[in-house]
């Protein structure tokens, strides 16, 4: 896919464009809420359906919405908007950040660093709720970027109702921090795997934004 129509200006304008990946379920409800309201002019059965295809057409509009942001400085930035859930030692001495999105966030995830996708992998996996423990084996997608902190992983994990994780980058490419990288469909989480050795800017239970709230401190 074009690397320029992933890119996310610096120092752009506020505006909402919809996310790149949506059309497979916003196309059909908006043209069936453009039906029904047409046809409930002269049918009561029809008046009857636009009232809720209208109104899920409009959570479908907010939900994929992507909106412009000026991008914060700092080395390494949220990859997502949510809340943080956990904060985790690894084995391998990473600390792992893990932010949970709920279907009211923005559900379109950034780059965290500048660097080069060196793999992209789906995981095939369950569907449990993220916010559960054995979201674990989820459906994911396994980002790793090399950066000049290093090989820095990033996971997107599906949850019970995000049933599909779009990538928009391949391998290979070439990203700016804060670039839009991909899309998890509906309520679901993103881990981001710090180096040994940088510190942990947020807590549990603080609200982040992609790219904008720094995750690392000085």
Do not use: C
């Not at 780059?111 to 674990?136: D, R």
């Amino acid at each position: 896919m074009p690397h320029s129509q992933t890119s996310a200006p610096r120092d752009s304008r506020s505006g909402v464009r919809l996310a790149r990946g949506a059309s497979p379920w916003l196309l059909p409800t908006v043209a069936t809420a453009a039906l029904s309201l047409t046809r409930a002019r002269k049918s009561g059965r029809w008046a009857a359906v636009a009232v809720p295809a209208t109104a899920l057409a409009a959570g479908m509009l907010w939900f994929f919405r992507d909106p412009e942001r000026e991008i914060a400085q700092g080395r390494v930035i949220s990859p997502a908007d949510g809340v943080v859930q956990s904060i985790m030692p690894w084995k391998d001495g990473r600390t792992r950040v893990a932010i949970f999105m709920s279907p009211l966030n923005v559900h379109v995830n950034r780059a965290p660093l500048a660097g080069t996708v060196t793999s992209v992998e789906h995981i095939p996996g369950g569907f449990v709720p993220a916010f559960n423990k054995e979201s674990e084996n989820n459906e994911r997608v396994v980002w790793h970027f090399d950066t000049e902190l290093g090989d820095i992983e990033m996971v997107q994990i599906a949850g019970a109702v995000a049933r599909r994780i779009v990538p928009y980058l391949p391998a290979g490419t070439k990203v700016e921090q804060g670039e839009r990288i991909g899309l998890i469909r509906f309520g679901s989480r993103v881990d981001i795997y710090l180096p040994e050795g940088v510190e942990v800017a947020v807590e549990v239970g603080q609200a982040t934004t992609a790219g904008v709230t720094r995750i690392d401190r000085d």
